[in-house]
């Protein structure tokens, strides 16, 4: 069986799908119904690909520091925002992957939803280490399933063709985070009653970058993690953030993916005494699932006023009329 979720109780036979003009089924994420196996077999038919998109490290902040003063968290997020929200196609899911606000307090967790706003009904949040449990999940109440883990804010959401699994392994009060044995029971058993095609979100990192200071204050046991993930090869995909970088690995067959800050970056510099933040331009990424593999794409949004483009329409259009004709691509 599989679970589908409604705005509102319902019995199925009074509810049904509702298709989007794509072709694709608007399945919201309140009240857990238990759907026959013939639904199943309709939702298999999910038209493809799946675009996730990834925002992290917002760190909306509302008192001065070097920080703030280097960037406007608040402003570029809300460029962002804007951006993904005017994507064709737009992303079916928002992953928001920790360090969402600066000090986890209720005021900035209010300015982060106002910015949050235009594609609220697509954000799925996960706390990082400058969050604060209680009050992220009070503030996104209304986006966190009823289902959280015990004791850390773990979820999975499954009415995608990809599952979705959020591993929360931050720790209250502490600057680092932890893989422990009751994350990894956790994780294990949600990945072992369902093989289809997963990914795993999560705010740190399980592995080293040669980002040397980062590394030493990530996640304690992530060669445990690690081990979870090598045991379930569905697991096609795993997505952090923490670096405010773009970084790519890979955990036995599964691709890893960190997604840049959508305020300042953290320096490219691999001297292991060298640490520095820089106003590079805000960043997300895009994970486009076509049904056989995840293709992951790192995006940045400058000032508009910085930005120059040549429009290659017409280009496009002459390389997909010869494609389609079967016509070769000659010089």
């Known amino acids: 069986m599989m679970r589908v979720r409604f705005p509102s109780p319902a019995r199925f036979e009074s509810r049904p799908l509702d298709r989007k003009p794509d072709g694709r089924y608007n399945l919201p994420r309140r009240h857990l119904l238990i759907l026959p196996p013939s639904v199943e077999s309709l939702l298999a038919t999910y038209p493809r690909p799946v675009l996730i998109a990834q925002i992290s490290d917002c760190h909306i902040r509302d008192h001065d520091s070097a920080f703030g003063r280097l960037v406007d968290t608040t402003e570029t997020l809300s460029r962002v925002v804007d951006h993904l929200s005017a994507l064709d196609p737009a992303p079916d899911v928002v992953l928001a992957t920790g360090d969402l606000t600066d000090d986890g307090t209720p005021p900035q967790y209010a300015v982060l939803r106002e910015k949050l706003a235009p594609i609220a009904e697509k954000v799925v949040p996960l706390p990082g280490n400058h969050d604060e449990g209680p009050a992220f999940r009070l503030a996104f109440a209304d ?50 009653v369902d093989d289809r095609p997963t990914v795993v979100f999560t705010h740190f990192p399980p592995f080293e970058t040669g980002l040397k200071f980062m590394d030493q204050g990530g996640v304690a046991d992530a060669d445990r993690l690690r081990a979870t993930i090598e045991r379930h090869p569905q697991v096609r995909l795993l997505v952090a953030g923490h670096l405010h970088r773009p970084v790519q690995t890979t955990i036995g067959a599964t691709l890893v993916s960190i997604c840049p800050s959508t305020g300042n970056q953290l320096n490219l510099d691999l001297h292991p005494q060298h640490a520095a933040a820089v106003n590079e331009p805000p960043g997300f990424q895009l994970h486009r699932w076509d049904g056989e593999r995840f293709v992951t794409h790192t995006g940045t949004v400058r000032e508009p006023s910085t930005v120059r483009t040549i429009d290659l329409g017409h280009f496009a259009a002459k390389v997909r009329h010869q494609y389609e004709a079967g016509e070769p691509f000659r010089k």
């Open 143 to 192: 986006l966190l399933p009823g289902d959280l883990a015990a004791d850390h804010c773990s979820y999975v959401i499954d009415h995608f063709p990809v599952r979705l699994v959020g591993l929360d392994t931050t720790l209250p009060g502490r600057h680092d985070g932890r893989f422990d044995p009751a994350r990894e029971e956790w994780l294990n058993q949600t990945l072992s």
